[in-house]
């Protein structure tokens, strides 16, 4: 089968130094893949190939890259032959699998699964993080696996970064509410087939979360059930701790997995060192990446996050305690992934000032 290439228009096929960059997504059948996919098209990353990669099960299956329909080719060595940028949206076995054949082809590797943190040279990134502390890393010549930051750890950093310029902060705590999505199809397949046989009467599948969500909210999976909620929580605060500093304040985090299928939800409380004034705190908050919508509009949920690229936002006084603030943000979790790994792959386009298209 030949291999599918994208056309684009002469304005998203060109960097400024009017460079084209060839690109391969494994994993492209995931949701986070097909995220990433269309990511790359609505930013207008100066790909002129993209490779859609995946398992047996995806093969010969069409996605749409833009205006354009590929097909999902298998994972083979010679598919990353002057591969310039891949992303790996598979789950992180097939990372740790195949990684190395892109990495030796002369691949930028931009992993979405976190399978590879703990490699040599590996680094968790954030660019919206980053840009906040006025710390965005400089181009490495020879760059290590870039691990995109968990879309939490992105929320919790940006905003604990943001009220902490406003007031000292004493304490943080925060309530995370996991979606289904964040386990791909299956886990969406799972809460949906569970919903339909809990209103049936029927056995409920327990495959993916090896106990009931639907309906449920629980903050223990069954025991045969891979990542468990405790390791995913560790990974938030790991990630955490990697793109705020070491001198920021660790948040103290409970990760429940909530009945819905799209969006992470955060209650987080703050105490603050002096009374808060509501109205100044969500002005510090609101700005690039955050959106605090008006009385008129819709309250954020997981609901109204969904397909949006900002965390959304609200500020409310806790009633007992003079200096305590919460804040309610939820956030599309597959689109920050997404968004966050392609400008990882932006920032790292100054170490290939020549793609290798020829």
């Known amino acids: 089968m030949s291999e599918p290439v994208k056309s684009m228009s002469s304005s998203h096929a060109t960097t400024a130094r009017g460079n084209l960059y060839r690109a391969a997504i494994v994993g492209a059948a995931s949701l986070k893949g097909k995220e990433v996919a269309e990511m790359l098209n609505e930013r207008g990353f100066p790909a002129v190939d993209v490779r859609l990669l995946d398992d047996d099960e995806s093969l010969g299956q069409l996605e749409a890259m833009g205006d354009e329909i590929s097909f999902i080719q298998s994972v083979r060595a010679e598919q990353f032959d002057r591969v310039d940028f891949t992303f790996f949206a598979s789950d992180a076995e097939c990372t740790r699998k195949n990684w190395k054949r892109a990495r030796d082809a002369g691949s930028a590797i931009i992993d979405l699964s976190g399978a590879l943190e703990d490699e040599a040279g590996a680094s968790v990134r954030s660019l919206w993080v980053e840009r906040e502390r006025g710390q965005v890393a400089p181009p490495d010549l020879q760059p290590g696996p870039c691990v995109t930051a968990h879309p939490v750890s992105v929320m919790l950093a940006l905003l604990l970064s943001r009220a902490g310029k406003a007031s000292a902060i004493r304490r943080a705590v925060a309530a995370v509410f996991e979606p289904a999505s964040e386990h791909g199809q299956r886990g969406m397949d799972e809460l949906h087939q569970q919903t339909v046989n809990l209103l049936s009467f029927q056995p409920l599948p327990k495959d993916v979360f090896d106990t009931q969500v ?127 790994a392609v400008e990882c792959a932006e920032s790292m386009t100054a170490t290939r000032p020549t793609g290798k298209i020829q």
Do not use: C
């Open 214 to 340: 639907a309906f449920n909210m629980v903050a223990r999976y069954g025991p045969k059930s891979q990542p468990s909620l405790d390791s995913v929580e560790a990974r938030i605060l790991r990630h955490y701790r990697k793109i705020a500093g070491e001198d920021a304040l660790p948040p103290s985090l409970l990760l429940l997995q909530a009945p819905i299928f799209h969006g992470h939800a955060l209650a987080v409380f703050l105490e603050m060192e002096n009374a808060v004034n509501v109205p100044a705190l969500s002005q510090a908050l609101a700005g690039d990446h955050v959106s605090v919508p008006g009385a008129d509009e819709d309250s954020p949920s997981n609901v109204t996050a969904a397909g949006q690229a900002d965390i959304l936002l609200s500020v409310k006084s806790d009633p007992v305690q003079p200096n305590g603030v919460w804040l309610w943000a939820t956030a599309d979790n597959l689109r920050i992934a997404a968004l966050t």
